[in-house]
């Protein structure tokens, strides 16, 4: 069926409204402020096949999997034996998931008894299990990191609301109401996905909707081989380092090939460092979406859905049995610190033949920090994500004190803390000084946040890097600053390791420090009026 210009643009741009509809939905009827404050979710929209075809523009690194994680559920369960009532489940890293706390819920779409496409929500939950309340950053293996549920097809009506599915995750979890509300929400996104195809399929006929379903996914393909086109054939390599595994000072190394050949590329990361027995490792669906994100963002404009068609013009490859394609049972809770470092490369490595694209390195760390309490029979867990600076590049300074570019939450109000919790205190969240890099175009400035502890027994976990190997600058320009954690106790400051956790006390005061991002350029010729606009503004010294 051939589908004239105006309606295309009409239902695709429909189908895109209902994909961003429900990542609202998500995050509004949330009850965690991981997703309801800091939006740590995503959502999107799927064709018959599993391929996604439209998203909500929240989370870039839950994004990139969906589709692969919905295939291999495919493939488990066909399109043609799935019912209106049934749905499927996974947060299985080793079966195209993230890390345990992502919990994917993916629903059929129906219209007049035929199935047209899924809806797809992923949340990170707020604890899901395992050896410690949020996170632990000495797990050795993934049964210890929670709760694992592998690609299994379930009834909305028979086995969530009080059912089996969900009495086994109430059973499992130390906050369930959180826990189960955040799904909830999940299933209430989906459904508005559902809502919106559905009138799509009454006004224009469900044939009609599916042929644009396909051609959006077309586009995006067409349209990011073309942005490939433009560079120059070639390989071109880069490098980063994880500072450590948790357990050594022996830095982790991440080493991409990339090869442009017309108007597709091939990433190849042989030679990044055998998996870990901490929890750094990168299940391959989180290596594919860190590479395709990063490459994106390189060479094409926002205006490109980033749907499966992009996905059909990029080839990556990682050893299996390395940090980026670990064997199971390998722990991948932290999973984004080498994602971060697969970012990084992949910029350095097109930063020769893309200049005026590609920015100097960020902070670029996923430093996860969690409280938690137990009292009596139950929990109380607050867990929160930083980023920091991000990188100067040729048109202009780095972002100041934000999250990491393929995170992208947004931060959880002192407000909201002190309604939901009584066991500490945010005491100063500030812009930091002389954080970035210098450079013609300096990198963003780093951010810190300081917590005092109001109570007894308060356990406190975190997990993060940049602390021993600086974010680097780019053509001439300045690194920016490492990272730190301090614990004040009784008037003696101490810096902790960045994977790791302690039990702290009354009176306690923790200091998480985020850095800046690393020029671009030499700092020589930066404008003399932005320099003394920094002093004005408290953001550099005069010196």
């Given amino acids: 069926m051939t589908v004239n210009p105006f309606d295309n643009a009409i239902i695709s741009q429909s189908i895109l409204a209902a994909a961003r509809e429900m990542g609202i939905k998500l995050i509004r009827s949330a009850y965690s402020t991981i997703l309801r404050e800091a939006s740590d979710g995503s959502a999107a929209i799927a064709d018959v096949n599993g391929d996604v075809i439209a998203q909500a523009e929240l989370i870039p690194i839950q994004l990139g999997p969906i589709g692969m994680t919905l295939k291999q559920c495919l493939q488990r369960f066909p399109a043609e034996t799935i019912g209106p009532d049934d749905f499927m489940i996974t947060n299985d890293p080793y079966s195209g998931g993230q890390h345990l706390p992502d919990v994917y819920i993916f629903c059929p779409i129906f219209f007049r008894g035929r199935l047209v496409g899924f809806s797809a929500s992923v949340a990170h939950q707020i604890d899901f299990g395992g050896g410690a309340p949020g996170l632990d950053p000495g797990a050795t293996d993934i049964y210890q990191e929670g709760l694992r549920l592998p690609l299994t097809r379930w009834s909305v009506s028979r086995d969530w609301n009080g059912g089996p599915l969900e009495q086994l995750v109430r059973a499992n979890i130390r906050v369930p109401d959180l826990t189960i509300g955040d799904m909830n929400a999940m299933f209430a996104a989906n459904a508005i996905a559902a809502a919106r195809i559905a009138q799509l399929c009454e006004k224009y006929g469900d044939t009609m909707v599916t042929d644009v379903m396909a051609e959006m996914a077309n586009y995006s393909e067409r349209r990011f081989r073309a942005a490939i086109a433009q560079l120059p054939d070639g390989v071109y390599y880069g490098e980063d380092v994880i500072d450590d595994d948790g357990t050594s000072d022996e830095p982790l190394h991440i080493k991409v090939k990339v090869a442009v050949s017309g108007d597709g590329v091939d990433i190849d990361f042989a030679g990044s460092s055998p998996q870990v027995r901490r929890n750094l490792n990168s299940p391959f669906s989180c290596t594919v979406s860190a590479a395709v994100t990063c490459v994106k963002s390189i060479l094409t404009s926002p205006d490109i859905p980033f749907n499966d068609g992009i996905l059909r013009a990029i080839r990556i490859s990682a050893p299996y049995g390395s940090i980026l394609n670990p064997a199971p049972p390998s722990p991948v809770r932290a999973r984004l610190e080498a994602n971060y470092r697969i970012y990084n490369a992949i910029m350095r490595a097109l930063s020769s033949v893309a200049p005026e694209k590609v920015i100097a390195t960020g902070f670029d760390t996923l430093t996860a920090a969690c409280f938690s309490l137990q009292r009596g ?150 404008d003399p009026a932005l320099i003394e606009a920094d002093i004005a503004n408290g953001m550099a010294s005069a010196q």
């Fill in 377 to 526: 029979e139950g929990y109380s867990v607050y867990l929160e994500i930083f980023g920091g600076g991000y990188g100067g590049s040729l048109h202009g300074d780095g972002c100041d004190a934000v999250d990491s570019p393929l995170s992208n939450c947004a931060n959880t109000p002192a407000e909201a803390l002190d309604m939901e919790y009584d066991f500490f205190r945010l005491e100063r969240y500030a812009l930091e000084a002389d954080s970035f890099g210098q450079g013609k175009h300096r990198g963003g400035a780093g951010f810190s946040r300081e917590y005092s502890v109001l109570k007894d027994g308060v356990v406190f976990a975190i997990y993060a890097d940049r602390y021993r190997y600086a974010p680097q600058g780019l053509f001439g320009g300045e690194e920016g600053q490492r990272g730190y954690c301090e614990l004040t106790r009784n008037g003696v400051t101490e810096r902790l390791a960045s994977k790791s956790m302690v039990t702290l006390n009354r009176g306690d005061r923790v200091k998480v420090f985020m850095g800046g991002g690393g020029g671009y350029g030499d700092p020589a010729e930066r």
